[in-house]
Nanobody, 120 residues
Framework: QVQLVESGGGLVQPGGSLRLSCAAS????????MGWYREAPGKQRDFVAA??????RYADSVKGRFSISRDNLENMMNLQMNSLKPEDTAVYYC???????????????WGQGTQVTVSS
């Protein structure tokens, strides 16, 4: 069993910053990828950022403003969000592509989500 738990969401004014964290726990052999999606009201869940083997990817809408980092020893990941805009308002979901056994297949796991609201 694998659990992903997000923290760090909240209310921030436009132009402000927030730092989201995600902690993975449980039966983990290795983590291939950790990343973030977000879901705004009435919209589909969209990709935000991902970290795989030291490489990072970002959605065009957040490039230059968001930064993803991982602590592999602690199975944790952070998303530093700067210059936040009202359109960044969404529930942010942490995900991981995780192997629970040596040689086993990777599976996708999701956190419960954390609300980020950007408003004056």
């Amino acid at each position: 069993q694998v659990q992903l738990v997000e923290s760090g969401g909240g209310l921030v004014q436009p132009g402000g910053s927030l730092r989201l964290s995600c902690a993975a726990s449980g039966t983990i052999f290795s983590i291939d990828t950790m990343g973030w999606y977000r879901e705004a009201p009435g919209k589909q869940r969209d990709f935000v950022a991902a970290h795989t083997d030291g490489n990072t990817r970002y959605a065009d809408s957040v490039k230059g403003r968001f930064s993803i980092s991982r602590d592999n020893l602690e199975n944790m990941m952070n998303l530093q969000m700067n210059s936040l805009k009202p359109e960044d308002t969404a529930v942010y979901y942490c995900y991981g592509i995780i192997r629970t056994t040596l040689g086993g297949p990777p599976n996708n796991y999701w956190g419960q989500g954390t609300q980020v609201t950007v408003s004056s």
